[in-house]
Every structure is written in C-alpha cells, then in structure tokens.
C-alpha cells in the first residue's frame, strides 16, 4: 500500500482560500481512490472528498460543494484539495486516505481504509 502525507493546512480568515497536498510513496499509487476526510475537536471524522483511481470520478460532502474541488496527478503521486470561502466550520485536521475504490452512492466513511496521512491542521478564524 501507499504511505500518504498531506500538507498545505495553516491559518485561514474566512472566506479564504487553502490548497491542500496528499502526497504519496510506495508503489501503484495509481491504482488507488484517493479520499480526503477532517475531523474537528470533539467531532467523529467525515469524509469530505474521494476521486477515484484516474481522477476521472469525484464527490464531495454537502457541505463543501461548489467550494472544494479535488485533483490528482498520478505521475508525481499526488491528489490536491482546493478549499475556497472557507468558513469557521470548516476548522479541522484533516487527513487523506487510500483505498481500492471510492465508494458508489455515499461519501466514504472512517472504516473505508486503515490507511491514512497524519493530518495536516486548518484553522479559519478572524
């Protein structure tokens, strides 16, 4: 499997932008699902984000739609999370993952993978 790290999380005013990084290692990174989850304190983690293995298929949670977009480029081993009008909610670590597949019809869930990033903080605040 791949080993994952994410970077690109800081401190964000709100309705600004931040460009997260999922970068990999290992071999056959691209035969891999690719999703992005957070989690904020006192909160269960949640999957934000999946693209499939090719990047040609992608979903988002309610809650980022028409914001976030996701991208991946497998010939340097990485997917990118652009995160736009970010808000005080969106305050979180957040982690990306690996799996086989995105899953059909639903956002994927913490027991989708065991194979997650150590996190990378983004805070929105004034």
């Known amino acids: 499997q791949v080993q994952l790290a994410e970077s690109g999380g800081g401190w964000v005013q709100p309705g600004g932008s931040l460009r997260l990084s999922c970068e990999a290692s290992g071999i056959n990174f691209g035969y891999y699902a690719i999703g992005w989850f957070r989690q904020a304190p006192g909160k269960e983690r949640e999957g934000v984000s999946c693209?499939?293995?090719?990047?040609?298929?992608?979903k988002f949670a309610d809650f980022v739609k028409g914001r976030f977009t996701i991208s991946r480029d497998n010939d340097n081993n990485s997917v990118t999370l652009r995160m736009n009008n970010l808000q005080s909610e969106d305050t979180a670590l957040y982690y990306c993952?690996?799996?086989?597949?995105?899953?059909?019809?639903?956002?994927?869930?913490?027991?989708?993978?065991?194979?997650w990033g150590q996190g990378t903080q983004v805070t929105v605040s004034s």
């Open positions: 693209t499939s293995s090719s990047g040609s298929m992608t």
């Open positions: 993952a690996s799996a086989a597949r995105c899953p059909i019809g639903a956002m994927p869930t913490p027991q989708w993978t065991n194979n």
